[in-house]
């Protein structure tokens, strides 16, 4: 029974911020590389933030400096803060649960994903 839950998402004007959650139940995200990716129609599904474990945490180069990953592994919740959002940002955000081990096959896991729109 996993699942990721996200919440947060809204319509925010530009320059604005939100701060995205996805709560996860059914795995320990400690043991996963959790992450947040976006979508806009006709697209392809990419990257925008993700912290793999015991890794440095990477960024698209288009939120590096305005958007944050963190997580709490108490809550078994991970967050993304959006500051100073553009029009550009305007997608479709999911979250994500991947787990790869040498021996095992990989595991992965979606949000449903909530919208994030940046409109004036």
């Known amino acids: 029974q996993v699942q990721l839950v996200e919440s947060g998402g809204g319509l925010v004007q530009p320059g604005g911020s939100l701060r995205l959650s996805c709560q996860a139940s059914?795995?320990?995200?400690?043991?996963?590389?959790m992450g947040w990716y976006r979508q806009v129609p006709g697209k392809q599904r990419e990257l925008v933030a993700d912290?793999?474990?015991?890794?440095?945490?990477n960024y698209a180069n288009s939120v590096k400096g305005r958007f944050t990953i963190s997580r709490d592994n108490v809550k078994n919740t991970v967050y993304l803060q959006m500051n100073s959002l553009k029009p550009e940002d305007t997608a479709v955000y999911y979250c994500?649960?991947?787990?790869?081990?040498?021996?095992?096959?990989?595991?992965?896991?979606w949000g449903q994903g909530t919208q994030v729109t940046v409109s004036s």
């Open positions: 912290m793999p474990v015991g890794r440095a945490i």
């Open positions: 059914g795995i320990p995200i400690t043991f996963y590389k």
């Open positions: 994500n649960a991947d787990q790869s081990l040498p021996l095992t096959s990989p595991k992965t896991y």
